[in-house]
């Protein structure tokens, strides 16, 4: 019975942190998936951005982009900068870790651009970088971060969106990070493509 109480306990404690985020911030992904729209129709594109766990979920979401949803429609423009490990791994050996982004964004991002960064706790330097690259840039930053945003959200603009998950369990935070990418991918197809 303890494995399955476990199990139990799990769930309840994501759907908690879920039930938290859906409460505080259901206008703030709404805002997102505008300023997504808003992007793509103006034909600017998307970078996304995460390392570990928040990478896996950054090519998660850009697979979701530049292929489908829930139905078929055409692809929109994404590029996920951490699944190029070639890029990532030359930059870390000639410049150091905290750079394999930020030259990303400095070749590549373009005004109008968004850079969607995602991390469960905003403290790595990478992403710290890459949104002071994108802002050189003149591209806008969503962010979606943890706990309470870290070094990520003293950098965002007045203008910039971030939903922090006011949670400090990273794998919690996680897991409403992927129900947030899952809402903004399908408000993006509703609002591109219809119901």
């Known amino acids: 019975m303890e494995l399955e109480d476990r199990i139990i306990q799990q769930f309840h404690q ?7 985020t859906i409460e505080q911030f259901t206008p703030v992904i709404a805002l997102a998936s505008e300023q997504i729209l808003h992007c793509l129709i103006s034909e600017h594109k998307i970078l996304c951005v995460g390392n570990g766990a928040s ?7 850009g697979a979701l982009l530049i292929n489908r949803f829930r139905h078929e429609r055409p692809g929109l423009p ?23 982004y930020s030259k990303q964004i400095r070749a590549i991002g373009m005004p109008g651009d968004i850079l969607l960064a995602i991390s469960a706790n905003g403290r790595a330097a990478s992403l ?9 840039r003149e591209m806008t930053v969503i962010a979606l971060t943890g706990a309470d945003g870290g070094n990520m959200t003293a950098l965002l603009r007045p203008d910039e969106t971030e939903l922090c998950i006011p949670c400090d369990d990273e794998i919690l935070v996680h897991h409403a990070q992927l129900l947030v990418l ?13 119901a």
């Open 78 to 100: 994404v590029v996920t900068l951490n699944a190029d490990s070639a890029a990532m791994s030359a930059i870390a050996e000639d410049s150091g870790f905290a750079d394999i």
């Open 182 to 194: 899952h809402s903004l991918a399908d408000l993006i197809d509703f609002q591109l493509f219809g």
């Open 55 to 61: 990478g896996a979920l950054a090519q998660h979401f």
């Open 128 to 136: 710290v970088q890459a949104i002071q690259a994108a802002h050189d």
């Open 14 to 20: 994501s759907m908690e942190v879920n039930a938290q």
